[in-house]
């Protein structure tokens, strides 16, 4: 049963969205879940990508590396450490800008994560099973496929609408819920090109479907409200925070300076 303050918290939060947010070029995110735009990354510069995920993977003085129990899911935190010749080419600032106008807040600092995903028996996919990244808050993320991603290649997956109307899905989805172990209703998976981006509304009900074949590269691009967030991701994933370079990470407010 969710508690009288799981409502508090889902009303407070839409109430704060229509004062402030649903905004600037992502307000489409008040009526999709998610919306693709193809190629919004070259096939040359996604293969470049894939090399560096690799190069630095297999780095054995790197501290930014998070892996599974599996070893099927490993991911490089802040990764545009390691791209600096091709981080403009994501449009970091611009997508910051977008995000903030359709949440109505101020992102105060930021982390590229990327992984690569490989076939393991039992594996559960990227973030380990369905989840909503917030039960309360929207929450944006943009992820760029840097491989071909079928149906068999762990594909990220939602739940179409679940990021709206959260009272009215309690009975079946309870309020507060962060992790869900079984999904009785369809899930969309993102089946797409290299170079694909997909933007989202992640406080839907989502996650990576297992991959079965091939290896699954992405870039996710992360936005927090706290300048000491990226510390505190890294400390989560049981990595020392105190290899964090807030060169990059920091950001101030800024006007939308570009659309989709």
């Given at each position: 049963?969710?508690?009288?303050l799981?409502?508090?918290?889902?009303?407070?939060?839409?109430?704060?969205?229509?004062?402030?947010?649903?905004?600037?070029p992502?307000?489409?995110?008040?009526?999709?879940?998610?919306?693709?735009?193809?190629?919004?990354?070259?096939?040359?510069?996604?293969?470049d990508?894939?090399s560096?995920?690799d190069?630095?993977?297999?780095?054995?003085?790197?501290?930014?590396?998070?892996?599974?129990?599996?070893?099927?899911?490993?991911?490089?935190?802040?990764?545009?450490?390691?791209?600096?010749?091709?981080?403009?080419q994501?449009?970091?600032?611009?997508?910051?800008?977008?995000?903030?106008?359709?949440?109505?807040?101020?992102?105060?600092?930021?982390?590229?994560?990327?992984?690569?995903?490989?076939?393991?028996?039992?594996?559960?996919?990227?973030?380990?099973?369905?989840?909503?990244?917030?039960?309360?808050s929207?929450?944006?993320?943009?992820?760029?496929?840097?491989?071909d991603?079928?149906?068999e290649?762990?594909?990220?997956?939602?739940?179409?609408?679940?990021?709206?109307?959260l009272?009215?899905?309690?009975?079946?989805?309870?309020?507060?819920?962060?992790?869900?172990?079984?999904?009785?209703?369809?899930?969309?998976?993102?089946?797409?090109?290299?170079?694909?981006?997909?933007?989202?509304?992640?406080?839907?009900i989502?996650?990576?479907?297992?991959?079965?074949?091939?290896?699954?590269y992405?870039?996710?691009?992360?936005?927090?409200?706290?300048?000491?967030?990226?510390?505190?991701?890294?400390?989560?994933?049981?990595?020392d925070?105190?290899?964090?370079?807030?060169?990059?990470?920091?950001?101030?407010?800024?006007?939308?300076?570009?659309?989709?």
């Amino acid at each position: 049963m969710s508690s009288p303050l799981s409502y508090v918290k889902v009303v407070a939060s839409e109430g704060y969205m229509r004062l402030f947010g649903n905004r600037g070029p992502f307000r489409f995110l008040s009526n999709q879940t998610a919306k693709l735009f193809p190629a919004a990354l070259g096939d040359e510069l996604c293969s470049d990508l894939v090399s560096v995920i690799d190069e630095t993977i297999n780095d054995p003085n790197n501290g930014r590396i998070w892996q599974d129990e599996l070893n099927s899911d490993v991911r490089i935190l802040q990764f545009e450490k390691d791209i600096p010749d091709h981080i403009d080419q994501f449009g970091i600032e611009d997508h910051i800008a977008n995000i903030d106008a359709f949440l109505g807040s101020t992102t105060r600092s930021w982390m590229l994560m990327a992984n690569r995903l490989t076939p393991r028996p039992g594996n559960l996919g990227s973030g380990g099973g369905f989840h909503r990244d917030s039960p309360f808050s929207h929450q944006v993320k943009c992820i760029w496929y840097l491989s071909d991603v079928g149906p068999e290649n762990g594909p990220f997956g939602y739940v179409d609408g679940t990021d709206k109307n959260l009272v009215g899905q309690n009975r079946q989805f309870p309020l507060g819920q962060y992790r869900f172990e079984t999904i009785d209703q369809p899930v969309t998976e993102v089946v797409a090109p290299a170079g694909t981006l997909l933007v989202c509304d992640t406080r839907c009900i989502h996650g990576g479907v297992p991959i079965r074949e091939g290896h699954r590269y992405a870039v996710t691009l992360y936005t927090f409200r706290e300048s000491n967030d990226v510390e505190s991701m890294f400390a989560k994933s049981g990595l020392d925070p105190a290899i964090v370079s807030q060169a990059g990470s920091s950001i101030e407010a800024r006007s939308i300076s570009r659309t989709l």
